[in-house]
């Protein structure tokens, strides 16, 4: 903060006087300079010159001057003009000291530009741009102190709309709950069009779906064809399970509003694509997907919801083969995918196998074997990848070859079903879904021991097992009681 406080004490040796400077030069010269520049030619410097000293005296047109350089990027002339501008004003101009603060800033050195904008607040107290730039400069080394850098500026010209700049603030700063509170402050009819992006979006983030469904549609009203306001209305929609709203505002993104003006994702299509599977449109669906497939991205793992939401409307469809081709894609793209998510490819294969039954058919058609084979597959998988998740899928592993050996003369469900048993047991405490799992081994067990093994003792134990969890089943007490009676 040296650079400030000798920023200050020059300042105060050289007088507080703003007077009127005498003015030379005239408004063509900033065109003619503006053409100067674009043209670029080899003597620039040397016609500026005349320029300069022409408006020796005109610090208007000499900071005019230094923007335009600035907005082709030659920071190097355009200080020289804000420097012409501070020796024509005795160093009392802010908007040179602001020019100044846009190049430092250029050059990403926070420091010098706050310390510009500082001078620049300094010299001229109502001006709300130095503020606004010093808030953007040092909110990345201190949001709160850039937040009270423009509460100074409420207490100097208390009709500006200070929060929405707060707000700004707290947004770039990704304080999205700061940021929406802080818009909530400023009356829509003040709100720019970067506000409603950045409240609406705030909101999304935050998952306050509503609230940013409404700030979207209040920005559309006043800016019908905005890409973004109207891609945020879409998504919050879905979230709210507003699923015409969400088609509405999907056709007005991808249809109506104007092409230059935006740049589709691979997001707005899986979001277009997931309302109409919300609206049990899935052949739609499947073409948003595809489409959302090809847009380019830098890292694959992006294509992994897309991937998974299309498995969802092949499902839907009652396309099972392609539901879990998309479903293998989805684990193959999703980074680190769980067990719940490795557990969902056994659950559709299950469905699949399920949608090969031959109605009126007793025997399991080729299919259907190899179907459940398959998902019998996965939960062995599971088992090895996630140790973690080895009752539920001995379980699952139970059930399948339960199916796969109705008559159960194979046994093929027995090994899982007692391994089941054993990890749970090992336990003291069981919750209900413990005891639902206990349940249908026990069962599976009696069953087999009385039908293929003919042990009706063991049979009986089982029995009792169940009665253990069930006390008041009344089948299986006339289970239990005939089994004791044939042990006798």
């Known amino acids: 903060m040296k650079a400030i406080k000798y920023l200050f004490m020059s300042a105060l040796l050289m007088g507080f006087s703003t007077g009127a400077v005498a003015q030379d030069g005239t408004a063509a010269d900033v065109a003619a300079v503006k053409n100067l520049i674009k043209s670029n030619p080899a003597d620039l410097a040397k016609q500026m010159k005349a320029f300069y000293s022409k408006n020796k005296k005109n610090a208007e047109n000499l900071v005019a001057f230094g923007r335009a350089f600035f907005e082709a990027k030659d920071t190097t002339n355009a200080r020289v003009a804000a420097n012409n501008a501070l020796s024509a004003t005795k160093r009392q101009c802010s908007p040179a000291y602001e020019l100044l603060g846009d190049i430092a800033a250029l050059s990403e050195d926070g420091g010098g530009a706050a310390a510009m904008y500082e001078q620049a607040i300094y010299i001229d107290k109502t001006n709300p741009e130095p503020y606004r730039k010093y808030a953007l400069v040092y909110r990345k080394i201190d949001p709160d102190g850039a937040v009270a850098k423009l509460e100074e500026l409420r207490s100097v010209k208390p009709d500006f709309p200070v929060d929405a700049l707060i707000a700004d603030i707290y947004y770039r700063s990704l304080k999205y709950g700061s940021a929406i509170e802080t818009y909530a402050k400023v009356p829509q009819n003040q709100m720019t069009r970067t506000d409603f992006i950045q409240y609406a979006n705030a909101c999304y983030v935050a998952q306050q779906f509503q609230k940013g469904y409404d700030v979207a549609v209040a920005g559309l009203k006043k800016e019908p064809n905005n890409g973004t306001l109207t891609r945020l209305a879409m998504f919050c929609s879905n979230n709210l399970k507003k699923y015409d709203e969400a088609l509405k505002y999907g056709d007005a993104l991808f249809n109506k509003v104007h092409k230059d003006s935006v740049t589709f994702s691979h997001l707005d299509y899986l979001n277009y694509g997931n309302a109409f599977i919300g609206n049990d449109q899935p052949e739609q669906a499947i073409e948003q997907f595809k489409k959302g497939l090809t847009v380019n ?192």
Request: overall charge negative; cysteine-free.
């Open 297 to 488: 991205v830098e890292d694959p793992s992006a294509y992994a919801d897309i991937h998974k939401s299309l498995s969802d409307a092949y499902k839907a469809a009652k396309d099972f083969p392609n539901a879990i081709a998309s479903y293998k894609q989805y684990l193959n793209t999703a980074k680190e995918p769980d067990a719940i998510a490795q557990a969902g490819l056994g659950t559709l294969m299950m469905n699949w196998a399920r949608s090969l039954k031959v109605e009126g058919e007793e025997q399991m058609n080729e299919e259907e074997v190899n179907a459940y084979k398959e998902a019998d597959k996965v939960w062995g998988d599971l088992v090895e990848k996630f140790p973690d998740a080895a009752e539920y899928a001995l379980f699952q592993r139970g059930r399948v070859n339960a199916m796969l050996d109705p008559d159960s003369q194979q046994g093929l469900a027995k090994p899982y079903f007692e391994k089941l048993i054993e990890l749970i047991n090992a336990r003291e405490e069981h919750d209900a879904t413990d005891n639902s799992r206990l349940e249908s081994s026990y069962r599976y067990l009696m069953s087999y021991y009385y039908s293929v093994a003919k042990d009706n003792k063991s049979a009986l134990d089982w029995a009792n097992k169940i009665l253990e969890i069930k006390p008041d089943d009344e089948g299986i007490k006339k289970v239990v009681e005939s089994l004791s009676k044939s042990v006798k």
